[in-house]
């Protein structure tokens, strides 16, 4: 049965109430399984690489497919979701994502892994963490806004769990074994997903390959229409594909809307270096002499303290003194960011990496409670769906490239630091251009004002804020809505 938005004609509507709080539990549980998981793979790193003979590039390929997989299979959930519902979607991401564990524990070569691990573990963590996000509003409408932020905390409790069991099975027997003991892990997406089950019905979709009208064509060509209908099937099927390629690649957005366009110019750019601390921070522990087992309890430290701080930061930043500024408090987060890095440039000392690990998570939680809300000040949210598509495309592929890039840079000079150099760069360069472009559109839009010219579009050229809690209440939730956690 397709996911509906609401439930059949005349029924109570369940949102906000009765199974809505069991639904919320199992998205909790659902990020935690999916998007926390990645930050684990930094325990496994320097064991892949003595078992399989590669380099930092060839090793640092795996998590990176994986992450950009889980971000950017968004449009694909979004069809998925859209034909089969919720409910199927996790269920199956799950199966998937338990299923790319269990084949990575008989891999025999890095490159296998790029297929099990990255791609298809990649592929069902994307499902179930989507789908499930989407989920959420359908079953809450008047407390949408603290259900997300409540399922949020999932991937804190992820990242601080993850790598504690990581390392404690990876000692225990090896990371084969460890693998599929989280293959089994991951199957628990699918006890989430059927909790999720389906709040009402949708008309029922064309058949697959079927588009709206082509019925009515068949008939006329079948009782002897002439062959231009079928060369006006023909264009109807192109426009149709243009169409769902504009619904969730939006280009015009991007062509359009100054305001989207440099910030997401900017945040794919600092993708290039947001990951690296995840993927490096543990070997780089290890490689200056920190035991493991406290070199793994780094990473959880970022994870405990972004369970309490990224809600207070998502809270803070819905507040009336920082509208129209919220874009401002995320550029403050990303260059936060990069400056941090510079203290593991200074000492590898386990002290000296836990002050890092503190800053680090502070301003982590910034960029991950603010990149989205930030995307829907500069976008009308009734192209919000289509807009986040491509914004996670493109965000993708800088996450896939900028470890690999990173480690062949460690691989040519035998140096760890460059990890954080090289991150720092991405971080602070994408923190000014945002933040000097944004400076340079509002100057030219209070200019603008001044002079008391009309605009003849305004969002071509201004940052402005769309207000959207009163809609998420008055609205029906989005067919999907591709979110992913920073």
């Given amino acids: 049965m397709s996911q509906g938005g609401a439930a059949g004609h005349g029924a109570a509507k369940p949102q906000d109430q009765g199974w809505a709080w069991m639904v919320l539990p199992a998205a909790v549980v659902l990020q935690a399984l999916t998007l926390g998981f990645p930050c684990c793979i930094g325990v496994f790193f320097t064991d892949l690489q003595h078992e399989f003979q590669a380099s930092n590039s060839e090793t640092s390929w795996f998590p990176s497919i994986m992450v950009a997989v889980l971000h950017g299979g968004g449009p694909l959930c979004s069809l998925l979701v859209k034909r089969f519902g919720c409910r199927f979607a996790v269920m199956l991401g799950g199966l998937l994502s338990g299923l790319g564990m269990v084949s990575s524990s008989f891999c025999k070569s890095i490159s296998q892994l790029y297929l099990t691990a990255g791609l298809i573990t990649g592929l069902g963590s ?9 989920v959420l509003g359908y079953y809450f409408v008047r407390w949408r806004t603290l259900a997300n932020a409540m399922a949020s905390t999932g991937v804190s409790l992820g990242f601080t769990l993850w790598p504690l069991l990581s390392q404690y099975l990876l000692d225990e027997m090896g990371w084969r074994n460890t693998f599929l003991i989280f293959g089994g892990i991951l199957l628990n997406c699918c006890v989430c997903g059927a909790i999720m089950r389906p709040i ?3 008309p029922e979709p064309p058949k697959p390959g079927e588009e709206p009208g082509s019925r009515a064509e068949e008939a006329q060509l079948s009782n002897g229409a002439s062959p231009s209908h079928a060369m006006l099937q023909q ?4 426009t149709t594909c243009f169409q769902v390629l504009q619904k969730y690649l939006a280009f015009d957005i991007f062509c359009q809307n ?4 440099i910030y997401t110019i ?4 600092m993708m290039m270096g947001f990951a690296l601390p995840h993927v490096y921070l543990v070997p780089y522990a290890i ?3 920190v035991e493991e087992r406290r070199a793994a309890l780094l990473i959880s430290i970022i994870g405990f303290i972004n369970i309490f701080i990224r809600p207070v930061t998502g809270l803070l930043s819905g507040h009336s003194v920082f509208t129209g500024r919220r874009i401002y408090l995320y550029i403050l987060a990303v260059l936060l960011c990069g400056l941090s890095n510079f203290i593991c440039i200074i000492s590898a000392q386990f002290s000296v990496l836990i002050l890092y690990c503190v800053i680090l998570s502070i301003a982590m939680s910034g960029v991950g409670a603010l990149t989205f809300q930030v995307l829907m000040d500069v976008v009308e949210m009734d ?13 993708s592929i800088t996450l896939l490239l900028g ?7 460690v691989d040519i000079t035998s140096d760890f630091r460059y990890v954080f150099y090289t991150s720092s760069f991405f971080l602070i360069s994408a923190a000014l251009f945002m933040g000097l472009s944004f400076c340079a559109l509002e100057k030219k839009t209070k200019l603008r004002e001044a002079s008391k010219v009309p605009l003849t579009n305004p969002s071509r050229y201004q940052y402005s804020e769309t207000p959207s809690d009163s809609q998420a209440e008055s609205q029906p939730p989005p067919a999907v809505v591709y979110i992913t956690s920073i």
């Fill in 258 to 261: 100054k305001g989207y366009q």
């Fill in 126 to 134: 994307c499902f179930s963490f989507q789908a499930g996000v989407t």
């Fill in 287 to 289: 490689h200056n002499g």
């Fill in 383 to 395: 192209r919000f769906s289509s807009a986040l598509g491509l914004f996670t495309i493109l965000e």
């Fill in 200 to 202: 009402g019905s949708l």
């Fill in 266 to 269: 900017g945040v794919t750019w």
């Fill in 403 to 409: 470890p690999p890039l990173t480690g062949l840079l």
């Fill in 235 to 238: 264009h109807t099927r192109r």
